[in-house]
């Protein structure tokens, strides 16, 4: 009942306007990162820095929330910088990564780091280790479901499609190679971006909060 409760808590911040906005704003950022800050190391390998806007959806707004937003990213973002051809499967594993952020994240009170040394930041992780962890659980999670098994899934199945010849040993062999090859890069990726979510979530949340708290105490003043 919580897992379920998690969606539907989050479909109400959907009447909020606050929500709408802050939602909209971090759908832009995506996009700008998706544009200005990636690379195609390969034609099935990127690196992209978009993950902090939506994990900060989700962290804000929950699954519900997180999951639309990737929707409008996707499909937003292949109209104004078409690659390849639309499928509405890789939408899909964009709509998986919101979920689990918003899973992981949703109303989470980020551990704010110690940036004096680098031993001072990771006593203050390791001091709030069950906090952390849930980074590190969201990270992993979207790593493992989105990246090593619906990507090269739906990469392999959509290349036998356009083949006109689909075989299932060929189809598990390509799956295998594609998981080898995103493994590297996932186990290099992985730890910097629970790095730069460690980072990154708790400013983004003391402003938000600062911001929020300005605009009441302006409009009780008012």
Same mark, same amino acid.
Request: include cysteine; proline fraction near 5%; charged fraction near 15%.
């Given at each position: 009942?919580? %897992?379920?409760?998690?969606? #539907?808590?989050?479909?109400?911040?959907?009447?909020?306007? +606050?929500?709408?906005?802050?939602?909209?704003?971090? @759908?832009?950022?995506?996009?700008?990162?998706?544009?200005?800050?990636?690379?195609?190391?390969?034609?099935?390998?990127? /690196?992209?820095?978009? &993950?902090?806007?939506?994990?900060?959806?989700?962290?804000?707004?929950? =699954?519900?929330?997180?999951?639309?937003?990737?929707?409008? !990213?996707?499909?937003?973002?292949? &109209?104004?910088?078409?690659?390849?051809?639309?499928?509405?499967?890789? !939408?899909?594993?964009?709509?998986?990564? *919101?979920?689990?952020? *918003?899973?992981?994240?949703?109303?989470?009170?980020?551990?704010? =780091?110690?940036?004096?040394?680098?031993?001072?930041? %990771?006593?203050?992780?390791?001091?709030?280790?069950?906090?952390?962890?849930?980074?590190?659980?969201?990270?992993?999670?979207?790593?493992?479901?989105?990246?090593?098994?619906?990507?090269?899934?739906? /990469?392999?199945?959509? #290349?036998?499609?356009?083949?006109?010849?689909?075989? =299932?040993?060929?189809?598990?062999? *390509? &799956?295998?190679? +594609?998981? *080898?090859?995103?493994?590297?890069?996932?186990?290099?990726?992985? =730890?910097?971006? @629970?790095?730069?979510?460690?980072?990154?979530?708790?400013? /983004?949340?003391?402003?938000?909060?600062? /911001? %929020?708290?300005?605009?009441?105490?302006?409009?009780?003043?008012?």
């Amino acid at each position: 009942m919580a %897992f379920f409760g998690s969606f #539907k808590k989050s479909a109400a911040e959907l009447k909020s306007l +606050r929500c709408l906005s802050v939602t909209a704003l971090l @759908i832009a950022l995506d996009l700008v990162l998706k544009f200005f800050l990636n690379w195609q190391i390969t034609e099935d390998l990127k /690196i992209s820095f978009a &993950f902090v806007a939506i994990a900060s959806i989700g962290m804000l707004y929950g =699954p519900t929330v997180g999951a639309l937003a990737c929707v409008v !990213t996707d499909v937003v973002g292949y &109209f104004l910088k078409p690659t390849g051809s639309f499928s509405p499967l890789f !939408t899909l594993v964009e709509v998986m990564g *919101g979920v689990l952020y *918003g899973l992981f994240l949703y109303g989470f009170n980020p551990t704010k =780091p110690d940036l004096e040394s680098p031993k001072a930041f %990771f006593k203050s992780i390791l001091s709030n280790l069950v906090t952390s962890l849930r980074v590190v659980f969201a990270k992993v999670s979207v790593a493992v479901v989105c990246n090593l098994i619906m990507t090269p899934l739906f /990469i392999t199945l959509q #290349k036998q499609l356009e083949a006109g010849d689909f075989t =299932p040993e060929v189809f598990w062999v *390509g &799956f295998i190679s +594609r998981i *080898g090859t995103r493994l590297i890069k996932n186990l290099i990726e992985v =730890p910097v971006h @629970i790095l730069i979510l460690m980072l990154t979530l708790f400013p /983004i949340m003391a402003a938000y909060r600062a /911001i %929020f708290k300005q605009n009441r105490a302006t409009m009780k003043n008012s």
